[in-house]
Structures are given as structure tokens and as C-alpha cells.
């Protein structure tokens, strides 16, 4: 499904990705941790080409992600992006967020594209606030419909950019839960996160990465968490740390 | 008694012919239609150059296009009004084929508004990258083009932060548009000015100019308010009360 073969970056001198290679299959859940700076959130973002590459190539279904003349709105309109500050557009209401893209990129008529936005809103529990602005909601609430924003456009996979670092402890449950929910019923995700239950419950993978944009570590997540003696160095330090408390 | 006796009587010369069938009252009416037409054609103008210099400012890769953009810019706000409205009438009138037949009103116009549209380009890229990028990247994910992207998420939330400077320079713009004077439209300024010279009344007719460029712009300043308390969303800013 995403096959990055060799992805390095550099913003100028400074590399923040070092040939990195990934291969996600469908309906996996692969979770990718690692210190600040590691460059996570860049390699997530080269999927989408939110960040563009300089070396290397990265596939989704087919599609050359790293190819000039591939159209980047076409290919981005079927690839879900959840952000860790949520970017719902404030002067739309939720519905509106929710159906814009499907009638403007989509081409879904307007009803259409309501039906299935207020489905999705419904299956992340806020059908109740369809007639709000977001910022009438709480963060846990704004994720919510940004989840449910990327799942109106029927995306064949969801990238989760740190969606629980900037919610409240109390909320970032409820965020998970959804989470959990599309794991399930086997979307294709992957997520950004330091939440290492959630890798733990749902994750079919665990990539860890280091300082650098270094992929050091990429194992199920039974390796990933069982042994952690076999892990690297480097690996053993982070998971004591985070793991401690 | 006598002395308010004196200041009524001293209005009067309002009623008078002016020699050509129209009294000085007319003539001010007219002058101020003319000093509101300018400032509104100056206006359009000056928001549709302004929207689209100040948008074409932003876009990154775009070498020549943001280096045009930004020597407009510099062009017309480097340099004087008053020079500006006498360069389009005394030299582009003079050296562009076919601008001799165009109206001194329509130059006007050009001047004012271009002028202003350099200032309103810098409020709009002032209030685009105002913007946190992630709005950009979240309207790009979901699959908007650049267009797309500066249509419906950029720009409906750059005019909202920039609705106060907004504000500010169409409320110039009226009071800009005295210069016109100087090229001999027919607006406030050059009715008071030449009804001073002939009823000597220089007092009551810059004391009634003052009124009328106060009270449009007091109009100006109330409709922005309005527009500013509709397009308010809910639930994001704390909003102060009016425009400033």
C-alpha cells in the first residue's frame, strides 16, 4: 500500500531524514516513536508530499509520491492526514468542514457529501454538534471531527500526526478510542504518537526512530515491547525512560 | 439674540444662484456626490489590485511573480499622492496612445487606487502569514490545490484579521480623495475652495467640507463595523466592540 524506498531529506545542511525505508501493508496499524527531533512527523508528512524529498522514492497504491508530474491534490484527497493541532478551518462549521472537500475536490453533490460527513461525525459521537464552529468545541472534540473530516473523503489510508500531544490528559481517551475503533475495522494507519498503550493494544508494527531521521527500529510490536533486551541500545533508553512512569 | 440673528443670516448664501441656475447648496451636494464616487471607484480599485498583489506576495516558488508583486508595491507607495495623480494626468495621459481620451475622473480613480492598493497588498500578506501553517498544510491534505487552498481557507480568514486596517484605509480613501481637487474634479474640496473666492465665506464653507468628510467617513467606519460583526465566528476571537 506505502512502500518509502531510501527516503532522505535535508533542510539545507542539516539531514532530517536519513534513507529511510518503509513498507506499510493494507489494514496494518504501524506506530512510529522516537525522541523530539527524531523526524517523525517530517517522514509522515513526505507521504502526503506536506514535505517534499530530495532522495529516494515513496509509492502509495502505485502512485510515484516523489514524481514531479504526479497530481499531488488527486493523490492527497484519498490519503487521511489527522494533525497534532487539529487545522479545522475556523470560519466553517463543522458541517462545512466536514463536507467542503468532498464538493470541491471530490466532486460529491452537496447532499451527498452530507450524508456521508454526518455519518462519519455520528461514528465519532458529535452528531449532536454539527451546527457549531470549532471553536465552540473542546480540542478533544475538534479532533474528533478532524478525524472525521479525513474519514469523510473515504481515504484508503490515515496518517496520524501526534493527534493526542496537544489535548488535555482527560481527552486524549476519547481520541484514542476512535483510534481503536478504526483499527479494528482494519484502516490502514499510521500514527505518530508517544502513546505507548495505544501502540501496545492496536499496533501491528513499531518503528522507532532516533535523532537524525534514523529509522533504527522497525519490528511487531511483540518484539517491540516483549524483549526489550534484544533492542537497540538506543531503543532500551527511550523505552526505560517513557516507560518508567 | 442678534449675534444668532447674524450666524443664520450668514448661511445664506447657500441659496444663491451660483450665475448658472444652480444654488451653492446644490453645488455642495454634487461636490460630495463627487468626493463619495471617487472614493468608492477608488476603492474597488484599490481591494481588487490589492487582494491580488498582496496574494501573489505570498506564493513561495514563484520568483518573478512575488518580484513583480513586491515592486508594485514599492512603486506606489514610495511615492507621493499628490505626484502620482499629476504623473497619470500630465505624463501617462501625455505618453500612453489612446489615455488622452480617457476622463480626468477615471485617472482620479487610478491614482487613489492604486496608491491604496499597495497599502491594502501589505495588509493582506501581513494577515496571510498571520496564518498558522498548518491551516495550509490541513487544506493541501485534504486535497485542495494552491488555488483551492487560498480560496476557501487563506483568504475568508485573512479578511476577517484584516477587517480593522481595512477599515482604516477606506476611511483614507474619502479623505484622500481631496487631492482630486488638484486636477480639477469637481469634489468638495474644489467647491469649497472656489466658493470661498467668490462669496468670501470661508469659514462656513470649510466648516461644511469638514462636516461632510467627517460624517462619510463616520458611514465608512459604521458599515465596516457592521461587516465586521457579521463575518465574526463563533466561538474564535474575543471580539472588541466596533472598528477602530
Known sequence: MIEMKSVSKWYGTTQVLNDCSVKINKGEVVVVCGPSGSGKSTLIKTINALEPIQKGEIWIDGVAVHDKATDLPKLRSRVGMVFQHFELFPHLSVTDNLIIAQIKVLGRRRDEAKKRGLQMLERVGLIDHQHKFPGQLSGGQQQRVAIARALSMDPIIMLFDEPTSALDPEMVGEVLDVMVGLASEGMTMMVVTHEMGFARKVSNRVIFMDVGGRILEDTTKDEFFGKIEDRQPRTREFLNKILQY | ?244
Open chain 2, 1 to 244: 439674540m442678534a449675534y444668532w440673528q447674524n450666524v443664520w443670516d450668514r448661511w445664506q448664501f447657500l441659496w444663491d444662484d451660483r450665475g448658472d441656475g444652480v444654488t451653492y447648496f446644490q453645488w455642495m451636494l454634487s461636490a460630495w456626490g463627487y468626493t463619495v464616487a471617487v472614493a468608492a471607484t477608488s476603492l474597488v480599485i484599490a481591494l481588487v489590485f490589492g487582494i491580488v498583489i498582496g496574494t501573489l506576495r505570498t506564493l513561495s516558488g514563484h520568483r518573478v511573480i512575488s518580484a513583480f508583486a513586491a515592486g508594485w508595491v514599492e512603486l506606489f507607495r514610495n511615492i507621493p499622492i499628490l505626484v502620482q495623480l499629476f504623473i497619470w494626468f500630465f505624463v501617462i495621459s501625455e505618453l500612453v496612445p489612446g489615455m488622452r481620451s480617457v476622463p480626468g475622473f477615471v485617472l482620479a480613480c487610478c491614482a487613489l487606487g492604486f496608491f491604496t492598493s499597495a497599502r491594502i497588498a501589505e495588509q493582506i500578506r501581513a494577515g496571510i502569514q498571520a496564518l498558522p501553517t498548518g491551516q495550509r498544510n490541513a487544506a493541501y491534505a485534504v486535497g485542495f490545490t494552491q488555488f483551492q487552498t487560498y480560496r476557501y481557507v487563506i483568504l475568508p480568514q485573512t479578511f476577517r484579521i484584516i477587517i480593522p486596517p481595512l477599515t482604516s484605509e477606506a476611511m483614507n480613501i474619502v479623505k484622500n480623495s481631496s487631492v482630486a481637487f488638484a486636477v480639477s474634479i469637481p469634489e468638495l474640496i474644489s467647491f469649497a475652495m472656489q466658493t470661498q473666492e467668490e462669496t468670501s465665506r470661508g469659514v462656513e464653507v470649510y466648516l461644511a467640507a469638514t462636516v461632510l468628510y467627517a460624517v462619510t467617513a463616520l458611514v465608512v467606519n459604521r458599515v465596516m463595523a457592521f461587516m465586521e460583526r457579521r463575518m465574526r465566528i463563533p466561538g474564535l476571537t474575543v471580539q472588541t466592540q466596533g472598528a477602530h
